[in-house]
T-cell receptor, first 109, second 116 residues
Framework: QKEVEQNSGPLSVPEGAIASLNCTYS??????FFWYRQYSGKSPELIMS????GDKEDGRFTAQLNKASQYVSLLIRDSQPSDSATYLC?????????FGTGTSLTVIP | GAGVSQSPSNKVTEKGKDVELRCDPI?????LYWYRQSLGQGLEFLIYFQGNSAPDKSGLPSDRFSAERTGGSVSTLTIQRTQQEDSAVYLCASSLVARPGGATQYFGPGTRLTVL
């Protein structure tokens, strides 16, 4: 079983819609959770970090964490074509960071 | 510079040759990570350095791979006798501290390695 699992997509949403990206993880001891955005040919860029259960909002982005269900999600409101990228979920367990394989998002103008 | 830097940005080499990839972390960051990302794949952990502690080498795929970090700052990843399957983007990341509760990793631009 992979440490971090994501639906690879592709996920397509129309411009202005809400994009919902999901991630599950296997290690119940994980304490920190991150979402990175990666444009094609570029390195990952941090979007959000979340450490406690519940929602964390930053602009158009909301991260949601449910440790009991071992589930973390990212909502992107008012999606823009510039949001089209691969979104990587990362989980910190001890000194290690485990990454999912990413979900490809396309926002259609 | 303010961010993580890596060099070279691109490296093309012939099978069997050795290569060295360099990473300059963000100043003051004590933790440094190397990852490999093959085309269309996720990030594969290679090695982790934290301060003066012994590195975590558990992700290195073979003994052809090694890394060092001098003076707690710059790191070099060396691949000996390169093989075609080593072709990938090698990413370096640093964080202020690595501990349970975590600290955010910041990535460099990567080195794209092509082994012919």
């Amino acid at each position: 079983q992979k440490e971090v699992e994501q639906n690879s997509g592709p996920l397509s949403v129309p411009e202005g819609a809400i994009a919902s990206l999901n991630c599950t993880y296997s290690d119940r001891g994980s304490q920190s959770f991150f979402w990175y955005r990666q444009y094609s040919g570029k390195s990952p860029e941090l979007i959000m970090s979340i450490y406690s259960n519940g929602d964390k909002e930053d602009g158009r982005f909301t991260a949601q964490l449910n440790k009991a269900s071992q589930y973390v999600s990212l909502l992107i409101r008012d999606s823009q074509p510039s949001d089209s990228a691969t979104y990587l979920c990362a989980v910190n367990s001890g000194n290690q960071f485990y990454f999912g394989t990413g979900t490809s998002l396309t926002v259609i103008p | 510079g303010a961010g993580v830097s890596q060099s070279p940005s691109n490296k093309v080499t012939e099978k069997g040759k050795d290569v060295e990839l360099r990473c300059d972390p963000i100043s003051g960051h004590t933790a440094l990570y190397w990852y490999r990302q093959s085309l269309g794949q996720g990030l594969e952990f290679l090695i982790y350095f934290q301060g003066n502690s012994a590195p975590d080498k558990s992700g290195l795929p073979s003994d052809r791979f090694s890394a060092e970090r001098t003076g707690g700052s710059v790191s070099t990843l060396t691949i000996q006798r390169t093989q075609q399957e080593d072709s990938a983007v090698y990413l370096c990341a640093s964080s202020l501290v690595a501990r349970p509760g975590g600290a955010t990793q910041y990535f460099g631009p990567g080195t794209r390695l092509t082994v012919l």
